[in-house]
């Protein structure tokens, strides 16, 4: 029984259709073979990879929460909420999640002292990357670098941006989501600093995932169904079987 009902949704449980070629690409990345909420690797597979932790890393999954975590076999965890950073958030999602964990720190709301102190927590914490939103001034960027020894990440929303500033900064990547901009400031950064890592969401469609994909990016975020939405689909499930 597939969990999404929508044919074009990427949740949608397709496994039974990969090809033989796909199978022996991503075998070895399939710990969970019974997982509800599988990612599809093989529309993915077009992605360089951004390597954390010592692994290469293709998928990431946006959420803070364990059941849906534990439920999907994304290679990492993009762990951002719109509230404080919390050290126990930060310290029970790494130990949770047994993958890299990116860590959000800042953004238009939290900056400076509070921001740095954060990210000097999250990497003793297991963290993989921290990652601060597009508002996140460039001085608290270059003091984060010197405190912490793994990768900044800073979101971009739009094309109106000093990118070259921000590298100069201190981030390793950039993480695109800019809505129905997002593949215009791929193509902006790929073509002005071709050889900057990028990570990008993916979308809600099939369409839209291998849009993205296609453009070579190093990894993609996938945002899974709310909880609302995955009991909503299985009611449903349950009404149509009466």
């Known amino acids: ?45 077009s992605c360089k990879g951004l390597i954390l932790n010592n692994q290469k890393i293709k998928s990431i999954l946006f959420s803070t929460d364990i059941a849906l975590i534990e439920n999907n076999d994304a ?78 990440i800073s979101s971009v929303s739009t094309l109106n941006f000093d990118f070259k500033a921000r590298i100069e900064a201190g981030v390793s990547c950039f993480n695109v989501t800019g809505g129905a901009e997002t593949q215009k400031i791929v193509d902006y950064i ?10 990008s969401t993916g979308g809600k469609t099939i369409q839209s995932l291998k849009s993205i994909t296609d453009k070579k990016i190093n990894a993609v975020i996938l945002t899974p169904p709310s909880n609302g939405e995955l009991f909503r689909s299985i009611m449903d499930n349950y009404r149509e079987s009466e």
């Open 1 to 45: 029984m597939s969990i999404a009902n929508n044919i074009n949704s990427i949740w949608v449980n397709t496994r039974h259709k990969r090809s033989l070629i796909d199978i022996l690409l991503f075998w070895k990345k399939r710990p969970c073979p019974n997982v509800k909420l599988p990612t599809p690797l093989h529309l993915i597979n």
């Open 75 to 152: 290679d990492a965890i993009l762990a951002v909420y719109p509230f404080a950073p919390s050290e126990r958030i930060i310290k029970t999602l790494i130990e949770f999640s047994d993958k890299p964990v990116i860590c959000g720190i800042g953004g238009g709301i939290t900056q400076g002292e509070f921001a740095i102190n954060m990210a000097k927590k999250a990497e003793p914490l297991g963290a993989s990357a921290v990652i601060v939103n597009q508002p996140f001034k460039n001085e608290d960027i270059a003091a984060v670098k010197q405190h912490i020894n793994i990768p900044i």
């Open 190 to 199: 790929k073509a002005t600093f071709p050889n900057f890592p990028i990570i």
